[in-house]
């Protein structure tokens, strides 16, 4: 089976802007995670999505949003951006909601 | 809230010895998940092990195994042989088991190991 996928691997964006980042999970994995990694707070969990419903949320502001399509890819965008959304996203795939989730490569977020 | 405590941001190990990474964890729940990632160079999140709670036994994966010891919420990575390809980040992981909602995994800092040849 193919792992994990996230395009693109690298973004550059200026602040103010907008970003969508895209997560296409393992196939017959239902539920996508996002996870911010930076040097400062570690892995910090974003929100997870089930079945096109988002099941749980972490503690980020309104900027950061995402969805699910019927065929389990997942998206996210973050809107105007601030030189602190700099960071890795990581995207995770599960078969259900509490199992073993599996990572992508990641997407190398750098706000200028 | 969950939380997850790698009390050790660097080790280093000679090829072929073995290793110990630490990490233990602060939790209420009775059922959930502990995990083992690695995190190389590369930036790709890789699962090295897993275990349940409510199971006993240690889980083993080849080289790796866990000192898991449910009371006193420690659960540690053994690194066999090492070899210089699992010089990385450890990230030690902990997920509910709850079946209400979806639980995210909480993370520990992590341990970065080193490999010397």
């Known amino acids: 089976k193919a792992g994990v996928t996230q395009t693109p691997r690298y973004l550059i964006k200026t602040r103010g802007q907008q970003v969508t980042l895209s997560c296409s999970p393992i196939s017959g994995h239902r539920s996508v995670s996002w996870y911010q990694q930076t040097p400062g707070q570690g892995l910090q969990f974003l929100f997870e999505y089930f079945s096109e419903t988002q099941r749980n949320k972490g503690n980020f502001p309104g900027r950061f949003s995402g969805r699910q399509f019927s065929n389990s890819r997942s998206e996210m965008n973050v809107s105007t951006l601030e030189l602190g959304d700099s960071a890795l996203y990581l995207c995770a795939s599960s078969i259900g909601g509490t199992d073993t989730q599996y990572f992508g490569p990641g997407t190398r977020l750098t706000v200028l | 809230a969950q939380t997850v405590t790698q009390s050790q941001p660097e080790m280093s190990v000679q090829e072929a010895e073995t290793v110990t990474l630490s990490c233990t964890y602060d939790t209420s729940e009775s059922d959930y998940y502990l995990f083992w990632y690695k995190q190389p160079p590369s930036r790709q999140m890789i699962l090295v092990i897993r275990?349940?709670?409510?199971?006993?036994q240690n889980a083993t994966e080849n080289r790796f195994s866990v000192n898991f010891q449910k009371a006193a919420k420690s659960f540690s990575l053994k690194i066999s042989d090492s070899q210089l390809g699992d010089a990385a980040m450890y990230f030690c992981a902990y997920r509910s088991a709850q079946w209400v909602g979806n639980t995210p995994l909480v993370f520990g800092k992590g341990t970065r190991l080193s490999v010397i040849a």
């Open positions: 275990q349940e709670a409510y199971k006993q």
